[in-house]
């Protein structure tokens, strides 16, 4: 049982991963050195904190590319 939660854990996690990749290539991000994708990630992390004016910029933007796909 306990074998099955963790491989359903294990799983899950994969997934998220992958989505998450898939996010950086939606960006047009993919074939930027990870240094540069971690840099990026760090610094807008570092901007959001206590900023909700950023946070719902960004959230904006991000709502829009999705919006496209779904055209």
């Given at each position: 049982?306990?074998?099955?939660?963790?491989?359903?854990?294990?799983?899950?996690?994969?997934?998220?991963?992958?989505?998450?990749?898939?996010?950086?290539?939606?960006?047009?991000?993919?074939?930027?050195?990870?240094?540069?994708?971690?840099?990026?990630?760090?610094?807008?992390?570092?901007?959001?904190?206590?900023?909700?004016?950023?946070r719902?910029?960004?959230?904006?933007?991000?709502?829009?590319?999705?919006?496209?796909?779904s055209?």
């Open positions: 049982m306990a074998r099955t939660m963790s491989n359903d854990a294990r799983k899950k996690d994969t997934r998220e991963k992958i989505e998450l990749g898939g996010l950086i290539v939606k960006a047009g991000l993919r074939y930027e050195k990870r240094a540069l994708l971690l840099g990026l990630l760090i610094e807008a992390a570092g901007r959001l904190k206590g900023d909700e004016a950023e719902s910029r960004l959230t904006a933007i991000g709502t829009e590319a999705f919006g496209r796909d055209k």
